[in-house]
């Protein structure tokens, strides 16, 4: 069987995904964060807990941990100089016509439906907390994909509160 279809291969990726954040200075607490902050003014007694717990059910998703192992090994690559002229420079320098991180963070945005799109637009603007220290690198180091899929977990997590709240209501 192939190794990714067993069941060791799908908790393998889930595992990747969460330590290869850590790796890059990213905690599921520090994701929890950008969702309170995205929330707090529209969901009545949200507690840090509860956005905590919605980052951990995006990170559960498959579509999700392929977006973050994908995005993060770019930006390694990038930092080792491992990919070839004119991607590396591209990705080093977070070139502005270069969109295929934004491109890739859409696969995390839409997994709780298309609402998540304008917390991710709105929270790529403002740049709170952890997208903030992403934002300023210090030298050597490419965030080209990471802060965009750290939004995007965030903005995912912001859209599966509004849901579930909005449900409960009715
Ligand atoms: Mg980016």
Request: net charge negative; with cysteine.
């Amino acid at each position: 069987m192939h190794p990714e279809r067993t069941e060791s291969g799908c908790d393998e990726i889930a595992r990747s995904a969460r330590i290869w954040l850590i790796r890059r200075g990213v905690t599921a607490e520090d994701i929890a964060e950008l969702v309170y902050v995205l929330q707090k003014d529209y969901i009545p007694g949200l507690t840090r807990d509860e956005c905590l717990e919605n980052v951990e059910h995006a990170l559960s998703k498959r579509d999700v941990q392929n977006a973050v192992l994908t995005g993060i090994q770019l930006d390694e690559l990038a930092e080792q100089g491992k990919l070839t002229q004119p991607l590396l420079a591209m990705i080093r320098e977070d070139d502005r016509l270069y969109g295929c991180d934004e491109a890739l963070a859409t696969a995390i945005v839409g997994v709780y439906g298309t609402i998540g799109l304008t917390n991710y637009g709105y929270i790529d603007r403002l740049k709170p907390g952890i997208l903030r220290k992403l934002d300023d690198r210090r030298d050597g180091e490419t965030h080209t994909f990471l802060d965009d899929i750290v939004g995007a977990l965030a903005a995912a997590a912001a859209s599966r509160i509004a849901h579930r709240r909005a449900a409960v209501r009715v």
